[in-house]
């Protein structure tokens, strides 16, 4: 479903990715992992094409998305949960939710605001607040329920588990399985290796903007050596 | 009684059109963050396009039909100065949106020149509501009873689009996180185009509203920018409630005005603006500006180097050859060069609070038309010897500095540049207002310099000596501590203060010295010509320096220089053709796009370019 072949991303002058390849199928839950700096965070955004690959492709379904303004990437398909959540401090969460609309898409679940907030319970009780009343946890689920509004094939989640109450990471973790049975496909980025491993089928593990580790849980488990060098502070 | 409630309705009436521009500016500025100083002229096209509409549609449904029509026209010219101006510059720094905004002035005065000519057009009544109403027995007019009814219809409206609508709902998150919209699958470019059409509406209806109360002319469109920055900033950036509010507050203060006390109209309103901010810095409504919030934070910028051997050689060179051109230069070049090196230092002394400083003010001509007032001032009416008013023109403008710059060093950003441009236009109005005093627009004349500088050669010598001076004690100080102390504000205020800089302190101390500076190259100006007008304090003047600012680079210290000597050239033979406002405004807003580093910055850029490809080519 997305192919990301050989990029190279820089932000001004800094080389941040270096040749990176890989690939995601679809229905797959897929893991970036990898320290702070590895990458993962520039690798989400060069898919969505808000920080452009300055060489290299990235094909979804077959179609090139490099050299596309990012709201045509989103069109195609894709959506992008930021790190930082960036959700529209001033707008309710209804508005938030508004933002984030786009017409159904064809092999793609579609999600109204009534199925959002079964979803995310906390965010039903929530509707008329605005963004910046939120905690931190609710503010995540809201970014990832704003980015499901555009009814995405493939949903991009960075660090969704940063900074987040454990036990709302739980939450989160079940939410996340539940929209891999409603047939999406999902990258995420992680550092909580446990959180990466309840959710995601493969596990790639990125260092200096290159891939190490390309593979199941259970092959990295067989393999310490590689958890220790690459994920182990 | 009576004639109180009388005045307030004026003032109510007058808020109409006074609001529909002010929000239709906060509109775009909240979304695209562009203080467009074109809205003024927007303003302008609505009131011709109306008055051209009034005359060919017949009666009350033509007189409104053609209000209606005349926003939607205005709008369209709007979208489409933005696909083909701003779109292209959203990223770049404030002074280059600024300077191409004011190019689209310069190109819509000269073509609403050419289409409606250079005559004042009366602007009809409206039909049905031709004569008055009585109110507690004062006559009130029937048209302005029909503004103060429909103003609070636009603004339910507005608050009708911005709240409920999709379109709203999307503007609303767009002036928060422009990008994050655009990852979310809205089309930016296009929301921005729409947003910048809606603002542009505004304004056209506001100058259409208008008009049976006042009418169409081609001054319009500096008349109002300055009434609407300060409605803009007394109700705060970006708030269209804070618009209205203020809209009120000015009209209504306005009206009051009129009546008791007619020459201060011009002032008033800059008086409650001043006492606003004092009070609430971000305005009324309005919400604090964070440095790089909206992610304009660009590259950092490459420290300024002392020029090397090759570039003293150059300077002193250049500088031998102006020493040496009365030798052999006609009489004008004398003239011309003077002119130059007045305006060199009037842009350098800009250039070190804007470059150096950080600081992007709107609004220096006051000091520049405040020196050369002051020693004018000085001469007119004590008949000071001219020495002694020559200095004063320096301290005077110094002091007017330390007073506007005390309230504008408390905010940064656009808010210190509308600011700026505000206490500006406090300084013009009294300039044109008080005319016991300044003799208004009839200007003060024959303020020629002593004796023994009376004559092109000596006056020639005089200005050089002083011009360029006054050029290299700021380019001494740019590469002093106090230069280091200034850049490290810009740059990092926090990092600064963490260091122990006072760094409000050092910008108003710049502030100031900028300020004499500017009124330096005023003192020059005004003995050169042998008089001084109201228009050295124009915007159009603050503009005139901010543009040489913008040609030379702001990164490049030179700039100012060359920015200057290019655009006092251009100006002398530009005009002399009839419409040489839009060939200039076509020419910076080419500049704009095309040489975004400036006539230095490319250069050096190019020159890098060439050097770079050399040495690939010697590998």
Sequence with gaps: MLEVSAIHSFYGKAHILDGLSFSVARGEVVALLGRNGAGKSTTMKSVMQLVPPRAGSVSFEGRELVGLPAYRTAKAGLGYVPEDRRIFSDLTVLENLEVGRQPPREG??????????????????????????????????????????????????????????????E???????????????????????????????????LESGRKKFDGTFETLEKQPEIRDTYLSV | MAFYIALFLTGLANAAALFLVASGLSLIFGVTRIVNFAHGSFYMLGAFIGVTLMQVLPGAVGFWGAIALTGLAVGLIGALVEIVVLRRIYRAPELFQLVATFGVILVIQD?????????????????????????????????DIALIAITPVILLALWYLITRTRLGILVRAATQDREMVGALGVNQAWLFTGVFGLGSALAGWGGALQLPKGGADLLMDFNIIGAVFVVVVIGGMGSLPGAFIAAVLISVLNAFGVAFLPQSTLVLMFVVMAAVL????????????????????????????????????LTTLLLALLAALPGFAEPFVLTLVIDIVVF????????????TGGMVSFGHAAFFGGGAYAAALLVFHTETPMELAFLFAPLAAGLLALAIGWFCIRLSGVYFA?????????????????????????????????????GPLPYYYFTLILGVGGILTLRHIIHSPFGYALRAGRDSPRQAEAMGIDVRRVQLVAFVLAGMMAGLAGGLFVFSKGSVFPTELEIAKSFDALIVVFLGGVKTLAGGVVGASFLTSVEHWLTRLEYWRLLLGLVIIALVILMPEGIVGTLRRLALRLRRSDEEVSR
């Design chain 2, 278 to 313: 004092i009070v609430r810095p971000y305005g009324l409504l309005g919400r604090e500006e964070v440095a790089g919030e909206h992610g304009q934070v660009g590259a950092p910028e490459t420290p300024i180097r002392p020029y090397g051997p090759r570039g003293m050689a």
């Design chain 2, 418 to 454: 509308m600011l700026t441009l505000a206490f500006s236009q406090l300084v013009w109005s009294l300039a044109f207002q008080w005319r016991s005093v300044t003799r208004g627009d009839d200007g003060l004349i024959n303020i020629w310099p002593a004796d023994w500088l009376n």
């Design chain 1, 108 to 169: 793609a679940p579609h999600w109204t605001v009534a199925q959002l907030f079964e979803l995310f319970p906390n965010l039903a009780e929530r509707r008329n607040n605005r963004g910046k009343h939120m905690s931190g946890g609710e503010q995540q689920m809201l970014s990832i329920a704003r980015t499901l509004m555009g009814n995405p094939a493939l949903l991009l989640l960075d660090e969704p588990s940063e900074g987040i109450a454990p036990v709302i990471v």
């Design chain 2, 344 to 355: 060199a230092l009037f842009a350098a002394s800009l250039h070190f609070i804007l470059g």
């Design chain 1, 171 to 205: 939450q989160m973790a079940r939410s996340i399985l539940t929209l891999k049975a409603e047939g999406l496909t999902v990258l995420i980025s992680e550092q909580n290796l446990h959180f990466a491993r309840a959710v995601a089928d493969r596990a790639i593990i």
């Design chain 2, 111 to 143: 073509l609403a020149l050419m289409i409606w000519g250079a005559e004042d057009r009366l602007g009809p009544r409206a039909p049905g509501l031709r004569g008055v109403w009585r109110i507690f027995g004062e006559p009130v007019p029937k048209y």
